[in-house]
């Protein structure tokens, strides 16, 4: 009769300004987490929990990671100790990106031996074309094989297929 509930820790993580709090919003369906054209926007982890009849889904959106060593670093001790040991489901979000930049690839190095499942989020391909992506698909997979990839318009509320 009873259904089986289900309840998981997702952490959303990625440089500033790559749409983050924009694609928890999509997800939860109402301008919940403050967006802006302007990096940093977000400057604490937080929480947003969907709700539904078989499961909740507490989601993390955390603060931009930054590329400059020193802040990198503080950000990591506090948000990847804490949080991404603990989560079930990482989302790694980048944008259609001709090469594997630094910033990216210190992120990725950080969460690849972690147990969580890891996604690879690649937003606003409303901006990009097919080539474009295929190429960042591409190189983001051959650095790390991710769980899943996703390529995505949280703007547009559309995850792409094919
Ligand atoms: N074209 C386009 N723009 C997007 C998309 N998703 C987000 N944006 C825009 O990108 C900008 C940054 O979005 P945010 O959601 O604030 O980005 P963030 O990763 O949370 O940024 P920080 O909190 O500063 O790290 C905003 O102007 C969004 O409207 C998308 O799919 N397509
Ligand atoms: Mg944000």
Redesign the pocket.
Known sequence: MNKEFKSGYVTII?R???????LINAIMGEKLLI???K????RNTIQAILTKENYQIVFMDT??LHKPKHKLGEYMVKVAQSTLSQVDVIVF?TTPEEELNLGDKYIIDQIKNSNSRKILAI??V??TNKEKLAKTIDTYYNYFKFDEVVPI????QKILTN
């Open positions: 990625g500033p300004n790559v749409g983050k709090s924009t967006t802006s054209n990096p940093q926007t977000t603060p931009g979000v937003n606003k409303d901006t318009s949280a703007l547009k």
